[in-house]
T-cell receptor, first 115, second 112 residues
Framework: DAEITQSPRHKITETGRQVTLACHQT?????MFWYRQDLGHGLRLIHY???????NKGEVSDGYSVSRSNTEDLPLTLESAASSQTSVYFC??????????????FGPGTRLLVL | GENVEQHPSTLSVQEGDSAVIKCTYS??????FPWYKQELGKRPQLIID?????GEKKDQRIAVTLNKTAKHFSLHITETQPEDSAVYFC???????????FGSGTKLNVKP
């Protein structure tokens, strides 16, 4: 079955280290998104991509980067991890407007702890 | 951008009662309004959605209503059950954009 996966599911790292969170979807969706979820803040958009080689900044993009070299993957990199980046990270994907199933589908999430 | 406000932030109801969660948005160009349910430790999952050309949509015990003039939409859950306890998020997407704007979430507690 088509799905969206994230790895690792849990990660502990130290401040200053570079960390990459993986997101992989097998639906062939053009649109992919990264959110962070913190208590009291709901889902906040970090970066998003509408297709290969396309990346855009969301509302909380400082300290994060993404790259889109193929349709299936959108890895999220924390350049130099900070304690403020301790959070739960969700990847999502969608087909886009006009499609029968146009909503976003979320991955299972990655819990990141920065010490 | 788009400003989505969701109320209430917490809601406690007795099993069997109804629950209503409301979201308002700012951009009249928004045309797609999904609702997500997130159980503790799980991913958000779509439970119902509505497009701007429809005023109401039902799926068993859940329904969504949309008032385009007032720019608000609501989630209605009837005959609530303990398994309805979760955090519910509304979202809004504008016409010709693929980015979603989320509300801040409502924690629903259904007391048995």
């Amino acid at each position: 079955d088509a799905e969206i996966t994230q790895s690792p599911r849990h990660k502990i790292t130290e401040t200053g280290r570079q960390v990459t969170l993986a997101c992989h979807q097998t639906w062939n969706h053009n649109n992919m998104f990264w959110y962070r979820q913190d208590l009291g803040h709901g889902l906040r958009l970090i970066h998003y991509s509408y297709g290969v080689q396309d990346t855009n900044k969301g509302e909380v993009s400082d300290g994060y980067s993404v790259s889109r070299s193929n349709t299936e993957d959108l890895p999220l990199t924390l350049e130099s991890a900070a304690s403020s980046q301790t959070s739960v990270y969700f990847c999502a994907s969608s087909v886009g407007q006009g499609a029968r199933q146009e909503t976003q589908y979320f991955g299972p999430g990655t819990r990141l702890l920065v010490l | 951008g788009e400003n989505v406000e969701q109320h209430p932030s917490t809601l406690s109801v007795q099993e069997g009662d109804s629950a209503v969660i409301k979201c308002t948005y700012s951009d009249s160009a928004s045309n797609y309004f999904p609702w997500y349910k997130q159980e503790l430790g799980k991913r958000p999952q779509l439970i119902i959605d509505i497009r701007s050309n429809v005023g109401e949509k039902k799926d068993q015990r859940i329904a969504v209503t949309l008032n385009k003039t007032a720019k608000h939409f609501s989630l209605h859950i009837t005959e609530t059950q303990p398994e309805d306890s979760a955090v519910y998020f509304c979202a809004v997407r504008k016409y010709n954009f693929n980015k979603f704007y989320f509300g801040s979430g409502t924690k629903l507690n259904v007391k048995p």
